[in-house]
Every structure is written in structure tokens, then in C-alpha cells.
């Protein structure tokens, strides 16, 4: 089996989970690793035992024989080390958000696609618990799809280092946390056709980690209303002023409800229709025709961001969740800053083939009485 020889660039706390899911890795070794300041380039390669390190990413390219990096710099900072990595002809692993503008993340799903090249951008969200819930979009489990909800809210990032600085971050809420409730919803319903937003600074004056006060010029409230070209609606948040974390997404069927991540469980389908066979039946908000389906959530392999991608890298494949439907997401994400500036529905340019392909008859709410 060939070694797989990575660059790490970016050398903050995020780089931490990649060397730990590398280390687990048969035939995998991160080779360097860089970072705008070289004594933190430094400090991480003794950590994890890397025997090179940089402070010029292009530098590192050039003198080591690498055959992937792994981008894990600041929001910002995201655009030309995964460029100059796609010029060279390496394949990417790039932490969410692909970039700050819509217009960067064209250009690098562009170049990866003439260069040949593997390009995975974050989030991940092919989980156990996610892929069983794609198993139950489907007529027979909910019956036709009306609507959706998906949503990531916190009280805030603790840290202060760029997170609250508009100039550094280039966006808040949108940019680090929307993408996973926007991301989770495409991959299960498939492309929608616009948006309509209301994005806004909430709470300028913040207190964060060891009680540091701080004044804040990002997003930090943001709700979208995402169409998809059946007519449903998903409502979509993030909110950085709760005071605990939700995390969940709702899939609403005209006879059953598919629920991740909500009021303590992992998975719940609400079929009041029809029990699920090998599934506890449970009461989930009050209602007890609910069932968590173990079994169908241990089928499936519990396989991590680096698995994947290294599994790509190996295989010669795209990311299932390809580059074009990253893009999408981050239209998205883009679409909502413009429809919030202008007052009006941004209609979506871009798609994606799913790698579900959901039977559209589940969005067709017209054509019979339901």
C-alpha cells in the first residue's frame, strides 16, 4: 500500500482533530506543517512528531512530495493555500467555510475540476445517525415532504481571537456555523431554488471566555426561509445568544416526521401511520407513536472526515458529498447575505447531482389529494 504524504496547513486548535484521525490511519503521515508564524509551525510538528516545517505554504509544496494538503487556517485565509495546493495538482482538504465570497468557492470547485483534482470541503455530515436518516426520506416512511427545519445555535464562541472581528472573519454566524444546518438540509432534500434571509449583529457587546468583554461587528442572528422547487419551505437558524446548543434538523412528511439530533435523541421518525419494525418505540414532544431506529444507525460505518477523504485518495473518487454540492451550499450561505441587503428572494444559480437520489415524486404535493 503507498504512503500517503499530507501537508498540514494551519496550525490552530482545529488542526488537532486531522492528526488525531491521521494517526489512526494506516499509511498516512502528515510530512509538514505550516503556519504564518513559523514558531507555531514548529511547536505543532513536535507535538505530533512532523519532521518539517514552514512558514511559506508555496514553499512546502514545492520542496515536499505531497499528495494532499489539509487546510485548517482562519475563515479568510482559505482561498489561495487551497488555489496554489489545486495549481500543483494536489488534491484538498478544505475546513469549512470553502471561502468568504461566493465568487473564491467558484473558482476553486473551477480549478479542481480542469486539474483533475480531489477536493473535499467541509462540513462532513455522513454520519451513522445521518445516513440512517436518509434511508427514511421516503414516501412510505412520511409520506409526501411539505417542509423542513434544520438549525445550529449557541451562545457564542468563546474565544476572541478573530471570531467578533468583521475585517479578520469577512462574516459571523453565516460563515461558521450556518453551514452545517444548510449543508445536513441539501444533502438529504437535494438542491433548492432560492432563499430569503434576515441577517443581522444581535448583541454587538460580548462577554466571552474568562469573562473578556469585547465589542462585536459580525452576524450573529441569522434565519432563512430555502425553497425548493416543489413549493416546501425549510426554515433555516443560527443563533449566537442561546443559552445551550441545539443542533438538530426536521424533515416534515404529510404522515410522519423525520428528527435528528432533537430533544435527546439521535434519531426519531414519528409514523403515526405504521410501527417501526426493529425500532424502540419512544415518546418524543408528547407524542408516543415514535420510534428509534438502532439497528438501521448501526448498520452503518462510523468513518470520520480523514477516512473519507484518505478512502478518495486512494480510490481516485470524489467526496460524496461532491464539490458542486458544497457550492451549493455556500450559494446559499451568499444568496442569504444578498437577500438580507436587498429585501428580496435571491434565486439560486447553482446545483448539484445527489448522491441520494431521492425519488422527486416525494416533493409533488399537487397533483393528487394527500
Not at 181 to 202: F, H, K, Q, W, Y
Not at 230 to 244: C, E, M, P, Y
Request: charged content about 20%.
Amino acid at each position: 500500500m503507498k504512503e500517503i504524504k499530507l501537508g498540514m496547513i494551519g496550525c490552530g486548535h482545529v488542526s488537532d482533530r486531522y492528526f488525531a484521525q491521521v494517526a489512526k490511519l494506516e499509511g498516512v503521515r502528515i510530512a509538514a506543517t505550516c503556519a504564518k508564524r513559523l514558531e507555531n509551525a514548529e511547536r505543532k510538528a513536535a507535538a505530533y512528531g512532523v519532521p518539517r516545517w514552514y512558514d511559506d505554504y508555496g514553499v512546502m509544496m514545492d520542496s515536499e512530495e505531497l499528495d494532499a494538503v489539509i487546510v485548517t487556517t482562519p475563515h479568510s485565509v482559505h482561498t489561495e493555500p487551497v488555489l496554489a495546493a489545486l495549481e500543483r495538482g494536489l488534491h484538498v482538504l478544505n475546513e469549512k467555510p470553502m471561502a468568504t465570497s461566493f465568487e473564491d468557492c467558484c473558482r476553486m470547485v473551477a480549478l479542481a475540476e480542469k486539474k483533475g483534482a480531489i477536493f473535499m470541503s467541509l462540513p462532513f455530515n455522513l454520519s451513522p445517525t445521518f445516513l440512517a436518516a436518509s434511508e427514511f426520506v421516503q414516501e412510505q416512511y412520511i409520506g409526501k415532504i411539505t417542509g423542513a427545519e434544520s438549525q445550529l445555535s449557541l451562545p457564542g464562541p468563546w474565544r476572541d481571537n478573530w471570531y467578533y472581528n468583521k475585517s479578520i472573519a469577512h462574516g459571523g454566524a453565516v460563515l461558521d456555523c450556518l453551514v452545517y444546518p444548510v449543508s445536513r438540509l441539501v444533502s438529504l432534500l437535494g438542491p433548492a431554488v432560492g432563499v430569503m434571509a434576515e441577517v443581522n449583529t444581535l448583541i454587538p457587546n460580548r462577554i466571552v471566555g474568562g469573562g473578556k468583554r469585547v465589542k462585536s461587528d459580525v452576524d450573529d442572528n441569522v434565519t432563512l426561509i430555502v425553497q425548493f422547487a416543489g413549493g416546501q419551505h425549510a426554515v433555516v437558524r443560527t443563533l449566537w445568544g442561546t443559552s445551550f446548543k441545539q443542533n438538530n434538523t426536521l424533515i416534515y412528511g404529510r404522515c410522519g416526521t423525520i428528527a435528528m439530533n432533537d430533544s435527546g435523541y439521535p434519531l426519531v421518525i414519528h409514523s403515526p401511520t405504521q410501527a417501526l419494525p426493529d425500532a424502540e418505540q419512544v415518546t418524543w414532544r408528547g407524542l408516543t407513536e415514535c420510534y428509534v431506529p438502532h439497528g438501521k444507525i448501526a448498520s452503518f460505518p462510523n468513518e470520520d472526515v480523514m477516512s473519507h477523504f484518505v478512502r478518495c485518495l486512494r480510490t481516485g473518487t470524489q467526496p460524496v458529498q461532491s464539490g458542486r454540492q458544497q457550492l451549493h451550499v455556500h450559494e446559499i450561505m451568499f444568496g442569504a447575505y444578498r437577500s438580507a441587503e436587498i429585501g428580496q428572494r435571491y434565486t439560486l444559480t447553482t446545483t448539484f447531482v445527489p448522491w441520494d437520489k431521492l425519488d422527486q415524486d416525494i416533493f409533488d404535493t399537487r397533483s393528487d389529494f394527500i
